[in-house]
């Protein structure tokens, strides 16, 4: 299983970017899939996540700014970024947890299992 995260680049403040990411692999069902970040010198942090089936939570810093939604045919995750500020600036990860391959099914030993993107770079000038 790998995820794909793209979409970050560079915005100003007030603008809007729109992270994806993508898990490939013999999936047979994600659980919850959501977006972390972490700026320079500071700790990994909870942006947004979304459960399978579609309830949502938000870091208290992003509500009403930031939308996750999910695709679950398509094992899919966007993060819909609007109003960004500065403080936004960080590397955002994806994260699938509770990943269940088809391999695990078919094995009958559907051990789930939590995976993380490659990151993508947003940067937020002021």
């Known amino acids: 299983v790998q995820l794909q995260a793209y979409g970050g680049g560079v915005v100003q403040a007030g603008g809007s970017l729109r992270l994806s990411c993508a898990a490939s692999?013999?999936?047979?069902?994600?659980?919850?899939m959501g977006w972390y970040r972490q700026a320079p010198g500071k700790q990994r942090e909870l942006v947004a996540i979304i459960t399978r089936g579609g309830r949502t939570n938000y870091a208290d810093s992003v509500k009403g700014r930031f939308t996750i939604s999910r695709d679950n045919a398509k094992n899919t995750v966007h993060l819909q970024m609007n109003s960004l500020k500065p403080e936004d600036a960080a590397v955002y990860y994806c994260?699938?947890?509770?990943?269940?391959?088809?391999?695990?099914?078919?094995?009958?030993?559907?051990?789930?299992?939590?995976?993380w993107g490659q990151g993508t770079l947003v940067t937020v000038s002021s």
């Open positions: 692999g013999r999936i047979h069902s994600i659980n919850n």
């Open positions: 994260k699938a947890e509770g990943v269940i391959t088809v391999a695990g099914v078919m094995n009958d030993r559907p051990t789930p299992y939590d995976y």
